[in-house]
């Protein structure tokens, strides 16, 4: 039976990015590899969630720093479709400068304006060498920045716990201090954006992202 035109829910697109730190301590007791693993495993998880979201259409988007910045997975490609390569370690630690590149992505998404608030996710475990706040005050130049669902992954304990609130504009970033942590973690974080967006209602305009609340992870042997 063919449906007339508008009995259909429009799906809207909502821009998801995972900003990966991949500077030289990522490659100390396999840290990379824990953040390779956990990316793959929650890949099925987010795109099984995603479907349960009718009105959503979520695309997804990879941004490793190190020294400098290159796009990992790009251009945006819907969830279920990814097809992850590892991250690498190496370098520096140019936290700014991820954040100006999904600035400007940003500001050219916005063109969009059936898109709805995106979501960024920060993993590091380290701090910036770069100019983190100038990076920052970019992004939240952005009004699509100033609105995005902004988590934050800190790996370990030598990773800048200020820079990260900052980055999330208040609370607490979800803590990582083994592989296992990480991949619940990492889970948490993803499946926040599509509840959220599941809890808003499609309305015309740009959509800000709901409250959340992080809880305290579960306490497993510390090994970073």
């Not at 693993?37 to 995603?50: G, I, S, T």
């Not at 959503?56 to 992850?84: C, I, K, M, N, T």
Request: aromatic share 6%; with cysteine.
């Amino acid at each position: 039976m063919n449906m007339r035109p508008g009995t259909q829910l429009a799906r809207r697109p909502l821009h998801f990015f995972l900003a990966a730190d991949c500077s030289g301590s990522m490659a100390a007791d396999g840290k990379v590899q824990a953040l390779n693993m956990a990316v793959r495993e929650v890949l099925p998880h987010l795109a099984q969630v995603a479907g349960e979201n009718p009105h959503v259409d979520l695309l997804f988007s990879a941004l490793a720093f190190s020294s400098g910045v290159r796009w990992h997975v790009d251009p945006p490609v819907p969830v279920d479709e990814v097809g992850w390569t590892d991250l690498t370690p190496g370098g520096y630690t140019d936290m700014g400068a991820a954040l100006s590149e999904i600035a400007e992505r940003l500001h050219v998404a916005r063109a969009g304006d059936r898109a709805m608030a995106p979501a960024i996710v920060l993993v590091s475990d380290g701090q910036p060498t770069d100019d983190f706040r100038g990076g920052l005050d970019r992004l939240l130049a952005e009004p699509f920045g100033a609105v995005a669902l902004r988590i934050a992954v800190a790996i370990g304990r030598d990773a800048d716990q200020s820079v990260l609130v900052e980055f999330q504009g208040g609370g607490e970033p979800l803590r990582a201090h083994n592989p296992e942590q990480l991949v619940r973690m990492i889970r948490w974080a993803s499946t926040a954006v599509t509840r959220a967006a599941s809890e808003i209602a499609p309305t015309p305009g740009l959509l800000a992202p709901v409250p959340w609340r992080v809880s305290d992870p579960s306490s497993d042997e510390v090994v970073w």
